[in-house]
C-alpha cells in the first residue's frame, strides 16, 4: 500500500462517526462513514423512521450582490427566477458542450442572494466553473468550510428535529427552507433530501455540528433514529431515482440524455450549455437513462454492460439490491428506440448474460 | 473472535475443513463482517473444478462483489442450496450453516499449508 498522496479530509463529525464505531471509507477524498448498524437496517430505519446523515462534505457556494440572480441563472440549467425568498430548485450546472459539469440546489436566501448546494468532488471545480463566468455585479464564494450538514431523513424526521427549533417544520413545503435555529444555534433548515423519504437538510456551523448531532440523536430517540452512512444513501436515493453525479450524470451526459429535462428551462434565455443542447435536441437523441429489474439471478452493478438480442447496447450507471422492494434494481442507459418499458435486456453479470426488463421509475415512492 | 481450530484458512478469508478426503469450504467471520449485508451468493456447480488459488464464485454484499478463491483443488461434490435462498445465514453463521461448498480433495497436501486458526486470528486482526 503507498500512502495517498493528499490526506483524506474530514468533516467535524469525524470523531463522533469513530465514537459509534462506523466504517469509514476514502469517499472522493473525504474520510466518511458509510455505515454503522449495517446498511440494510439504516435503510429500512429511514424508510420507517428516522435516519441521520452527516453530509457536511457537500459544498456550499454564495452568490450575493445586485446581479447574484443573473450569474445563476447564466450557469445553472433551471430558471432561478421563478424561485421565492425561501424556496429551493435542483438545478444543472453544465459545460458550453452540454454535459454536467454537476448537479446542485439553488436556495434563493434574498433578491440578492443565493446559496448554492453542490457535490463534495466537485466543489472546487463548480466554484472555478461560476466565478469564470462571472461577468455580473455579484460575488462568487466557496463557502463549504463555512458550513457542516446534517440530514435528517424519513417519516419521523419532523418530530425529531422539531424538538430542537422554534421553527415551524410542518410549515416548510417541500423544496422550501427557513432560516432559524437549531439546538439555539443559527441554522438553515431546508425540506430537501436524497432518500425519497419526507425529512429536512440543516446548514449549521462547523463547530456546532457535534452538539448539534448528539441532540438530534438524543431527541430521535424516542422515535428509533440511527445514523446512517453512504451506503445506505446510496441505495436510498436509487430507489427513488435521485442521480448521483458520475453515475447517471457526467461530463458526456446531457440533461435530455438523463431524463432531466424537466430542469432545463430553453425559454428563460441564455446560459452556458443551452446552444449545445438546443443543437442535441434538433438533432435527437441517441440515448438515454431508463429502469430495469432484474428477472435471473444476479445483480446488476455500477458500470456492468448492457446486453440486447446478444449485443452490446448500453451500461449500468448504478445497480444493486433495493432493500425496501427486495429486488435488485438499477438504472441503465440504452439507445433511445429501446428505452421503452417492457424491454427484455441482458445484464452481463461476470461475463455471463442476466435477464432483466426495463421498468418504470421511481422504484419507490413514498406514500403522501 | 474465536476461530474454529479445526480449520485451516486462507488470506483471502476462506476456511477449509478437511475430513477424509472431503474438503468443505467457507467464508470466515471476518470476511462476512467486512461485508456487511449479504444478499447474494454465487456457488459452483456440482461436478465443477475447483483449482488452488482461482476464482470459483462470488459473494454479494449490498454494496459490494467479493470473489470466492478455491482454498484447495479438487471437483465440487455438494453446494449449500441453503445460501440460494437465506444468503443472509453467512452473515449469522459463517462457521457453521453456512458453509459454501465440498470438494473431494486432489491434493490433500494443499491443506496443511494453509494458515491455522491462532494465525489467521492473528492475520484477520478481528477484536
New interface residues.
Given amino acids: 500500500m503507498t500512502a495517498p498522496a493528499t490526506p483524506l479530509r474530514k468533516t467535524p463529525l469525524n470523531a463522533t462517526h469513530r465514537r459509534l464505531g462506523a ?1 469509514m471509507v476514502d469517499f472522493g477524498g473525504w474520510d466518511m462513514p ?2 454503522y448498524s ?3 437496517d439504516e ?1 429500512r430505519n429511514v424508510r420507517t423512521a428516522v435516519g441521520l446523515f452527516d453530509v457536511s462534505h457537500m459544498g456550499e457556494i454564495e452568490v450575493t450582490g445586485t446581479e447574484a440572480l443573473q450569474l445563476v441563472n447564466y450557469v445553472a440549467t433551471n430558471d432561478a427566477s421563478k424561485l421565492s425568498v425561501g424556496q429551493a430548485q435542483y438545478s444543472g450546472l453544465l459545460y458550453e458542450h452540454g454535459g454536467f459539469a454537476d448537479d446542485i440546489l439553488v436556495h434563493k436566501v434574498a433578491d440578492d442572494h443565493y446559496f448554492l448546494c453542490v457535490n463534495a468532488s466537485n466543489q472546487d471545480k463548480d466554484y472555478d466553473h461560476i466565478a469564470s463566468h462571472n461577468t455580473f455585479d455579484c460575488t462568487v464564494e466557496n463557502a463549504g468550510g463555512r458550513y457542516a450538514q446534517i440530514a435528517v431523513q424519513g417519516p419521523r424526521g419532523l418530530d425529531t428535529l422539531q424538538k430542537l427549533t422554534p421553527v415551524a417544520l410542518a410549515e416548510i413545503p417541500y423544496y422550501h427552507f427557513k432560516d432559524g435555529t437549531v439546538s439555539g444555534a443559527p441554522a438553515r433548515i431546508a425540506r430537501t433530501g436524497y432518500t425519497g423519504e419526507d425529512g429536512f437538510e440543516i446548514y449549521i456551523a462547523p463547530e456546532e455540528a457535534p452538539r448539534i448531532w448528539d441532540e438530534l440523536m438524543a431527541a430521535g430517540a424516542e422515535f428509533g433514529i440511527k445514523p446512517a452512512g453512504l ?1 445506505a444513501r ?2 436510498l436515493r436509487l430507489e427513488a431515482k435521485m442521480a448521483l453525479y458520475g453515475h447517471e450524470i457526467g461530463a458526456s451526459i446531457t440533461p435530455w440524455e438523463a431524463d432531466l429535462a424537466w430542469m432545463v428551462k430553453l425559454k428563460k434565455g441564455d446560459f452556458v450549455g443551452r446552444d449545445a443542447l438546443i443543437k442535441a435536441k434538433d438533432a435527437g437523441l441517441s440515448r438515454k437513462l431508463i429502469g430495469f429489474e432484474m428477472v435471473g ?3 446488476g ?1 455500477d458500470g456492468y454492460e448492457v446486453h440486447l438480442k446478444g449485443a452490446p447496447a448500453g451500461w449500468v450507471t448504478s445497480g ?2 433495493a ?1 425496501t422492494l427486495n429486488k ?1 434494481i438499477g438504472l441503465c442507459y440504452l439507445p433511445l428506440a429501446d428505452a421503452e418499458i417492457g424491454r427484455a435486456i441482458h445484464v452481463m453479470v ?1 461475463n455471463q448474460p442476466v435477464e432483466a426488463v426495463t421498468v418504470p421509475t421511481p422504484f419507490y415512492k413514498r406514500a403522501k | 473472535m474465536t476461530y474454529p481450530e479445526k480449520f485451516r484458512y486462507t488470506k483471502e478469508h476462506e476456511w477449509v475443513l478437511a475430513e477424509g478426503d472431503t474438503g468443505t469450504i467457507g467464508i470466515s467471520f471476518h470476511a462476512q463482517k467486512e461485508l456487511g449485508d449479504i444478499v447474494y451468493v454465487d456457488l459452483p456447480k456440482v461436478g465443477a473444478m475447483a483449482e488452488k488459488g482461482k476464482t470459483i464464485g462470488s459473494v454479494e454484499s449490498v454494496k459490494a462483489v467479493s470473489d470466492i478463491f478455491a482454498p484447495v483443488s479438487g471437483e465440487v461434490i455438494a453446494v449449500n442450496e441453503l445460501l440460494t435462498t437465506s444468503p443472509e445465514k453467512l452473515n449469522e453463521d459463517p462457521h457453521g450453516a453456512a458453509w459454501l461448498f465440498k470438494v473431494k480433495l486432489s491434493a490433500p497436501d494443499e491443506v496443511a499449508g494453509l494458515m491455522s486458526a491462532a494465525d489467521y486470528a492473528g492475520y484477520a486482526g478481528d477484536e
Avoid: D, E
Fill in positions: 466504517k458509510v455505515q449495517g446498511l440494510l435503510h451506503g446510496n441505495t439471478r444476479g445483480i452493478r444493486g439490491p432493500p435488485n461476470r
